[in-house]
């Protein structure tokens, strides 16, 4: 099976004001010091696991400098050689994945890192309309985005995704619309459409309570109403099958071959070690947690010692709901006759109640592999209906 790697670069040139994520603002001594000890963890995932798939995200990735991003990469690669992951879409293959922020990039920076092993970058665009990257206080222009796709093409990508956020307050399903247009036309091989969520502790959580009577936003200072943002995903699902790219898990699109490696190996509950500030890792049935503290994490591994703050154990029950949600969340389902052998329990006895339930919402349905819908035999896979993807957070507490 296959084993991933995901290191964490905490750091940003501003706070977008929806982030929730672990990060602050880019400070080039703090950098050095948390690059020290990040190599360090590195080191002993290396010892440990051979790793299919590696992903470097933040944070901003790209805020460091040409030379240290250099020197991690370098680092990483001579420590960690890439193993090819199981089959997917019928291909081996492995995969080095960077973030990439349009207003941290240049043609150098990303000729750098893909010289050095990179293959694939995820370009965090989020909207072509400037007014709402505005709005989500982005650092970069919908033309730097552009061009951004475009520095990565030059540099050799022949693999790249865009992220995209829809449900943004003043956005409309035509400035969506042409977002997505936008993004289809720069030709990238995997699109994220992700809705925004309004986290507490964000300044977005803090603007929605109390808009300053001074801000003006074209179409309202309050996000697009529930089903403004389902008329958003739907045209979604249907634009995008109609240029070529398969809507393969609940936010995912790719052309055929370009699934994301990395992010399946999650939503199968693969293994994965996590290497940085607040990264999470699952092995061997345990999930653990490092500490989101920079100076707790420096300091643990300056003196050799581990910066995981907390562990979990993920097995019985728990294991079981786990594998459903995750599952349920790849347009193709869970595989029923993969389920029973890999967890020796019969997932429609086990879950007899809970499906019945879904099944009579229309939420779920069994269907056989090729999709069609199934009463009996093998290959069999529960999915989401295009119902259960609209209400997709409701059909997983069900299954907790
Ligand atoms: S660039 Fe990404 S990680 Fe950084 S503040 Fe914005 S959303 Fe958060």
């Not at 994945?97 to 920076?109: C, F, L, S, Y």
């Not at 699109?253 to 290497?275: I, K, Q, S, V």
Request: glycine share 8%; proline share 3%.
């Amino acid at each position: 099976m296959s084993v991933s790697l995901y290191v964490h670069i905490p750091f940003c040139l501003k706070r977008c004001i929806y982030c929730d994520f672990v990060s602050g603002i880019y400070d080039s001594g703090k950098a050095n010091a948390y690059i020290a000890a990040l190599k360090k963890e590195i080191d002993a995932v290396a010892a440990k696991a051979a790793i299919s798939t590696l992903y470097i995200g933040g944070g901003t990735p790209t805020a460091l400098s040409t030379d240290a991003l250099s020197d991690l990469i370098r680092h990483i690669f001579t420590h960690i050689s890439l193993t090819p992951s199981d089959d997917i879409e019928g291909k081996e293959g492995n995969e080095a994945t960077i973030e990439a922020n349009p207003g941290t990039v240049d043609r150098v920076k990303l000729q750098a890192v893909r010289s050095l092993g990179i293959n694939r970058t995820s370009i965090g665009v989020q909207s072509f309309d400037n007014s709402e990257l505005d709005l989500l206080g982005r650092i970069h222009s919908s033309e730097e985005a552009e061009q951004a796709v475009y520095f990565a093409r030059e540099a050799g990508f022949d693999n790249i995704s865009i992220d995209l956020i829809y449900g943004i307050p003043g956005q409309t399903p035509a400035s969506w619309e042409k977002t997505l247009e936008k993004a289809v036309s720069l030709g990238p091989e995997h699109i994220s459409t992700y809705e925004l969520t309004v986290e507490e502790g964000t300044a977005l959580h803090e603007l929605l309570k109390n808009p300053p009577s001074s801000l003006f936003i074209k179409g309202g200072i309050n996000p697009p109403a529930e089903e403004t943002t389902i008329e958003m995903y739907e045209h979604t699902i249907a634009y995008l099958a109609s240029h070529g790219y398969v809507h393969y898990e609940i936010s995912n699109f790719a052309r055929p071959g370009h699934f994301c490696r990395h992010n399946l190996n999650y939503w199968d509950r693969g293994e994965y070690y996590g290497a940085g500030l607040g990264a999470h890792s699952h092995v061997e049935g345990k999930r653990y947690y490092n500490t989101d503290r920079l100076d707790e994490y420096i300091q643990a591994l300056s003196a050799d010692k581990s910066p995981v703050k907390e562990t979990e154990y993920i097995t019985g029950d728990k294991a079981l709901s786990e594998a459903v949600f995750l599952g349920l969340r790849r347009i193709d389902g869970l595989n029923i006759e993969h389920f029973s052998k890999r967890y020796k329990v019969d997932l429609l006895t086990r879950f007899e109640k809970e499906i019945r339930e879904f099944q009579e919402a229309g939420l779920v349905e069994i269907v056989d592999i090729n999709g069609l819908n199934s009463l009996s035999g093998l290959n069999r896979s529960l999915r989401l209906t295009r119902k259960g993807l609209l209400l997709s957070n409701e059909v997983f507490a069900g299954f907790l």
